[in-house]
């Protein structure tokens, strides 16, 4: 999402989802983004951990904060696809808290592999976040990230 003159404009390329239109009974979304048309494609793990806490109750690793949930300014696209869709958590940041984040940590942490060997395992952020940074990266180019708003829902 964008800011402009005050006001947060969704910049996807939403398209109405016309089986939503024939059948409402089915409840879903009246909107919807096609795969190809996504800022960020990627996801992972520990870029979910990284970024809400989501999925991160085996190794505890810092993140970013908890989820926040849906913003109440948010365009009625991004509302019915949170209230229709698949997702179970929503969060929001401006791509300045992103970027101000310490993207240079690396975690260790102990795990154990099917023989009940333990191992060593490394969290390295910037390496979990890169595909996602540049992604938001694009977009900004070199307008004040603050004006710009990225909403993540997460899905099972």
């Given at each position: ?5 005050g006001?947060?404009?969704?910049i996807d ?5 016309e ?5 409402p ?16 494609k ?6 979910h951990?990284?970024?809400a ?28 696809e949170f209230e229709?869709?698949e ?30 060997e333990l ?12 595909e ?13 990230p ?10 099972n």
């Open positions: 999402m964008l800011k402009q003159n006001v947060w404009t969704s390329n939403w398209k109405k989802n089986y939503a239109v024939l059948y009974e089915r409840k879903e979304s009246l909107w919807y983004i096609d795969w190809g048309d996504l800022v960020y990627g996801g992972g793990y520990d870029l951990a990284i970024l806490n989501q999925r991160n109750t085996y190794i505890s690793i810092p993140y970013i904060s908890d989820p926040k949930g849906l913003p109440n300014d948010v365009s009625e696209q991004i509302r019915q229709c869709g997702s179970h958590t929503c969060t929001w940041f401006t791509f300045d808290e992103i970027f101000k984040f310490n993207w240079d940590q690396k975690i260790e942490y102990e795990d154990y592999t099917m023989d009940n191992v060593i395992d490394v969290v390295d952020y910037r390496e979990s976040g890169e996602f940074l540049q992604a938001l990266e694009r977009l900004v180019h070199r307008e004040d603050s004006n710009f708003r990225v909403i993540i829902m997460f899905h």
